[in-house]
């Protein structure tokens, strides 16, 4: 899918995808990493479908990799919330 897109839209360039839902779940973080295969640092939107304020219904989030300095503990992808 991606490869059709890259050809119909060559000037076009993905940067982020988005999940519906009030939170992250473990699915969106499985997706997230499948995305690090294609595009280099990509962003995580949420769209809230049922807002309970005022304003965009969006939350977006990066990841980092936090290397642990103790070689036997394995490093994590941390989520870091950001505003657009």
């Not at 473990?26 to 962003?43: K, S, T």
């Amino acid at each position: 899918m991606f490869s059709v897109f890259k050809r119909i839209n060559a000037k076009e360039q993905v940067v982020s995808w988005y999940s519906t839902g009030p939170k992250l779940r473990e699915n969106d973080l499985d997706i997230h990493r499948l995305f690090h295969n294609y595009v280099p640092n990509p962003v995580l939107v949420i769209i809230i479908v049922q807002p309970k304020e005022l304003g965009i219904p969006t939350k977006a989030y990066y990841d980092v990799e936090e290397v642990k300095e103790n070689a036997t503990q394995k490093s994590q992808k941390i989520f870091f919330s950001c505003s657009f």
